[in-house]
């Protein structure tokens, strides 16, 4: 039996669980208030902080750090790379401190796992960062040379579900064509072939469908001249791509389970602009079956809003032609930062360099 602590970094929380194999014997959120988190001028300098917080609460529950055989964290805006499980690296911390990409509480992850785990003798890993990049060439290109592509997006769920997936179709991933639809707060929706993600929108940038949070692609001409006509700043219209679009520019919540008691209650405005979301969602997963040429094993929904009935139903009667539809609702990223460690010490999978 292997003992894996996993840790999740987040905004306002440091997320840890335990799991004995498979199992998850011990999970807990660790609340930081704001006003605490502010006092850092940069994510790393939160190291220290975060960490001897997961020391506490370990210590509180009378666990003790020497019993693990190995140390898993949630990976950050790291340089691209394909998916699968890493060995935290020197080269990897560095990058973290440097932050190149952006700042982001997962970037503390692999640095606090690393930190925990060496004393210890034993490994820390990542597992499927937001930066994993498999995307084919084809589709970073736009139509202006100066814009490019890029892929981030919720892979750390999207690879589980794919798993999950491809055992419940009794097939490899490794041969699987499959459309993946990470419903959350933000929406991306990925290629999956042969167990790369060759193609995947970036719902960072507002790129693919409009999600509860964010707006999604909108049309070039209006947004250049809204940002050019001096009545909005910069932050501003990013806060309207990323934060402040979608749903909740138009119904005041980005709650779904708000949103979906209020349809239930005959909110017909809820309902229409619910729809008006799964339409674009069915549409980007149209889109997506043309990569494949129409050839796909299976479209997969996942994330918070595949709990929800009505909008598993609008997405289906739209996209059901195309392929079967398996439904895995919400998003353990704990369980998943685990099993991508569990498989390594099973020797399932080999552990990746990052350089």
Do not use: W
């Not at 020497?66 to 990976?75: C, E, K, L, M, P």
């Not at 167990?195 to 947004?223: K, T, Y």
Request: include cysteine.
């Amino acid at each position: 039996m292997h003992r894996i602590l996993a840790i999740n970094p987040g905004s306002t929380s440091t997320k840890i669980a335990i799991y004995e194999d498979e199992q998850l014997t011990y999970k807990k959120s660790i609340k930081h208030s704001t006003e605490t988190i502010q006092q850092f001028d940069r994510v790393y300098d939160q190291f220290s902080f975060r960490k001897q917080a997961i020391l506490d609460t370990l210590n509180e529950a009378e666990i003790t750090i020497d019993s693990f055989d190995a140390i898993v964290g949630r990976g950050g805006m790291l340089k691209p790379i394909e998916g699968g499980t890493y060995n935290v690296s020197q080269a990897m911390i560095d990058y973290m401190k440097a932050a190149p990409r952006g700042e982001h509480a997962s970037n503390l992850g692999c640095v606090i796992a690393k930190d925990l785990a060496d004393p210890l003798g034993i490994p820390a890993f990542i597992v499927d960062p937001v930066a994993v990049d498999e995307m084919e060439d084809i589709a970073r290109y736009t139509g202006m040379p100066e814009i490019r592509r890029q892929s981030l997006f919720h892979a750390l769920n999207q690879k589980a579900v794919a798993l999950k997936a491809a055992r419940k179709l009794g097939r490899p991933y490794t041969e699987l064509r499959l459309i993946i639809a990470h419903l959350g707060g933000g929406i991306s929706v990925g290629v999956h072939h042969n167990g790369r993600v060759i193609d995947v929108n970036n719902a960072l940038d507002g790129d693919g469908p409009m999600s509860p949070e964010r707006s999604g692609s909108v049309p070039l001409g209006p947004l250049y001249k809204m940002a050019f006509s001096g009545e909005y700043t910069l932050k501003e219209i990013q806060r309207k791509n990323y934060g402040n679009g979608g749903l909740v520019a138009y119904l005041g919540t980005n709650d779904g389970y708000e949103i979906e008691q209020r349809i239930k209650n005959g909110d017909q405005e809820a309902k229409f602009l619910t729809q008006v979301m799964c339409y674009q969602i069915a549409k980007e997963i149209g889109s997506c079956a043309t990569v494949l040429h129409g050839d796909v094993d299976a479209i997969v929904l996942t994330g918070g809003l595949a709990y929800d009935d009505f909008i598993v139903d609008e997405i289906r009667s739209r996209v059901a032609f195309i392929g079967d539809l398996l439904i895995f609702p919400g998003e353990d990223e704990m369980e998943a930062l685990a099993l991508g460690a569990l498989r390594v010490l099973n020797n399932e999978e080999t552990a990746k360099e990052y350089h």
